[in-house]
């Protein structure tokens, strides 16, 4: 079983019907899919990473790691990175299944906290967050410093059962996602020096903080060692730094 691939299926076809100029992002050569086997006797069992990535006019990066390691162990993490000209929010979906259950997480993840921020990227997202309220409750508590990312419409949660992810978690993540592309095709680029530094700083430290604390890099270092992890992080999974610093080599 493999609960998140209509999730992963989803994304896609969505990505491509609406979003004209998409192409293929690459992916850094050894982390396209990663196999190993865990455990010993009845209780082996194959775990595949794959990664799929694209890339559009707007989009810097839209990239998603999917694990799949039978009934208790799936995931996946699907992120958009907007381009740095842009004042787009992240969207942020972190879809875990462990021996110990579900734990969803579904944002816009905003770059600033102003009203007018919220006004913009917030406020629409309220009426869709709220359908959800009462089926996905509030999944307790998360790490504090991790608040600074999040915005007023994060859906946070730990279903009991597979079959609400199957159905009000499958709803909301496309409920998402569908109104997050609708903000990308209203978007239009950011030409103010300040903003754009402005920008720049707020996605430097996002994706800083999210290298640096990858509530993953545990299951990946026990999966397939320390150095392919951190290459995964920082090469692929949260990129930007390391794009930035090639570019800056190139322009000198
Ligand atoms: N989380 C990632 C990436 C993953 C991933 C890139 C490719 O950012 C998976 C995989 N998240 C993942 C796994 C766990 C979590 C947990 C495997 C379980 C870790 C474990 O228990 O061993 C949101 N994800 C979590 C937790 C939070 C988040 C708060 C609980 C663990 C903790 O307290 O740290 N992930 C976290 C976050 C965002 C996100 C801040 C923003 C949307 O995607």
Sequence with gaps: MTLYQPFLDYALALLTEKIADLSPYPIPVGFERKECTTGKGKREETVITTSHAFKSSKLRQIRAAHVQGGNSLQVLNFVIFPQLNYDLPFFGADLVTLPGGHLIALDMQPLFHDAAYQQKYSDPIL??????????????????????????????????????????????????????????????????????????????????????????????????????????????????????????????
């Design 127 to 252: 009426p869709i967050f709220k359908s959800y309220q009462r089926d996905l409750p509030w999944g307790g508590d998360f790490p504090d410093e991790a608040k600074l990312f999040f915005s007023p419409v994060f859906l946070w949660t730990r279903p009991e059962k597979t079959e609400l992810v199957e159905t009000r978690v499958f709803e909301a993540f496309q409920d998402y996602l569908k109104a997050y592309l609708d903000f990308v095709a209203q978007a239009e680029p950011v030409t103010d020096s300040q903003r754009l530094e402005a920008i720049a700083e707020s996605q430097l430290r996002y994706i800083g903080y999210r290298a640096a604390k990858d509530p993953a890099r545990g299951m990946f270092t026990r999966l397939y060692g320390e150095e392919w992890t951190e290459e995964y992080i920082h090469g692929f999974l949260f990129d930007l730094e390391r794009q930035l610093s090639q570019l800056n080599q190139l322009s000198q």
